[in-house]
């Protein structure tokens, strides 16, 4: 079972577990929660856990209601449901005697290497000292154009980049159906998802979404991420009780496999982020260069999407918008838009100074 043989558990809650419909708080099915917690701990599993429900939370203690909330009175809403979210889930767990600590993160945080390697610093830290680190979008800080949005894509970077094996996200569905069911009675729960091809997107079309932000679409954003990162993911049912226990005794749920993955870390880190800046438009010669394992060289660059600065990822894709590769650019949009197509040797002449004569480094670049 994918989960018993994890190591480190990333488990993702979102905010229908933590309140119901009528704004009540389900105590009784985080006791039980934490319960599941200690017993992953006491099977030698490292745990973080990612809580949706600060915004919630926040217009519950308001007294307002979620729905026609402005981004920027949401933000205040989530600095003040923030701390009831910890509150709650401190009260509940220090029941167990599991000790917690907050992590909140931006887009950026995961994007940018030196603070993602800083942030796995920080969960191994953590784990060290017996804490469980409780994660959340800092949603107070985090504007609209630099935001996760949805606590699935951000699990599933938390997962990549804290190096964790195993990803749950616990929703208010069983998984994926290949019918809906809600209006389909023989609709059959998939268990296991190998590749995720145009059949599987359109099962998503079909599927019942939950009433947290993402819905079934950013989940399986979420598994694109561990599959290529090499990381279990599954979609379960987090309504009932126990739902980890269930999970290990009956699997009922949606696995996502991960695809073998030799890739060292920071090229895991390279094909696994979510907001590239830009793409390259490369030629027919640059495509079969990249499959031989070359560089990007100008030569082979038909043209630039996007404003981006040296070292940050982007997309590199053929005529059709195919993407054939991500990287981390050498130049920024602007020098790549003056010597695309240009041989390496006349670089220097047409930017005026010395620098790299890859676009995207071999080093620096992943296949798709
Ligand atoms: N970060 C948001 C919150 O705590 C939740 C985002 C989501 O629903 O996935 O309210």
Request: glycine share 6%; hydrophobic share 40%.
């Amino acid at each position: 079972m994918y989960l018993n043989n994890s190591k480190q558990v990333v488990i993702k809650i979102g905010s229908s577990l933590l309140i119901d419909d009528k704004k009540k708080i389900r105590r009784k099915w985080l006791l039980d929660f934490s319960k599941d917690i200690e017993e992953l701990i006491k099977n030698n599993k490292k745990v973080i856990i990612v809580s949706s429900g600060a915004i919630a939370l926040g217009c519950k203690k308001l007294n307002i209601n979620k729905k026609n909330l402005k981004i920027d009175k949401s933000q205040a809403v989530a600095s003040i449901g923030q701390i009831e979210l910890m509150n709650l889930f401190n009260e509940i767990f220090k029941k167990r005697k599991l000790n917690l600590s907050q992590i909140l993160l931006t887009l950026e945080d995961t994007e940018i290497r030196r603070r993602a390697i800083n942030a796995k610093r920080t969960f191994d830290n953590l784990f060290h000292l017996g804490f469980i680190p409780l994660v959340n979008e800092n949603d107070s800080i985090a504007t609209s154009e630099i935001k996760y949005g949805d606590n699935d894509r951000l699990a599933s970077r938390v997962a990549q980049i804290s190096g964790s094996d195993c990803l749950i996200l616990l929703s208010d569905v069983d998984g994926l159906f290949d019918k809906n069911p809600k209006v389909n009675k023989n609709a059959k729960l998939i268990s296991n998802v190998k590749e995720i091809n145009n059949s599987i997107e359109k099962y998503i079309s079909k599927n019942i979404s939950e009433h947290g932000t993402g819905g079934m679409k950013t989940k399986i954003e979420a598994a694109k991420i561990c599959q290529i990162s090499g990381c279990y993911m599954a979609i379960a049912n987090g309504l009932i009780n126990r739902p980890i226990k269930s999970i290990i005794n009956n699997n009922n749920c949606t696995w996502f496999l991960p695809k073998v993955s030799k890739l060292d870390a920071r090229k895991k880190w390279i094909i696994s982020s979510i907001a590239p800046k830009g793409e390259l438009i490369i030629d027919e010669g640059a495509v079969q260069a990249l499959k031989m394992g070359k560089s990007l060289l100008a030569a082979g660059i038909r043209n630039v999407n996007g404003k981006f600065n040296k070292g940050d990822h982007i997309k590199i894709v053929d005529k059709n918008m195919r993407e054939h590769a991500r990287g981390l650019s050498s130049f920024n949009s602007d020098e790549i838009f003056r010597i695309k197509g240009q041989h390496s040797s006349k670089i220097n002449e047409i930017l005026g100074y010395v620098s790299k004569s890859e676009v995207v480094h071999k080093d620096d670049m992943v296949e798709i």
